[in-house]
């Protein structure tokens, strides 16, 4: 994408940004004029932002015992990674002092 092109999606991205939800799709057919790439990319761009809403809310400390406070269980156990599907955890920790 060229510069020029990022500075159009940026600008269209904050007017759309500025307008409500429902308001938007109609903004954006205007605007965009059958540039059905450029539209794409600002409506991604929203959705990105609608879809970071309140991931702050909770203090890291909090997420991060959910994830380690079972020492049996593995948020990687029973997912895939490429070929490979991970069944059980095998180890945990580092070194010991």
Partial sequence: MTAERWRRVEELYYA???RDEFS???FLAEICAGDVSLRQEVESL???SASADGFLDKPAVAIA???VGDVGASVLTGR????YQVQSRIGAG???I
């Fill in 16 to 18: 759309a940004l500025a």
């Fill in 65 to 67: 015992t959910q994830l």
């Fill in 94 to 96: 580092g070194m010991d």
């Fill in 24 to 26: 938007r799709g109609a």
């Fill in 80 to 83: 895939r990674l490429g070929v």
């Fill in 46 to 48: 929203l959705e990105q």
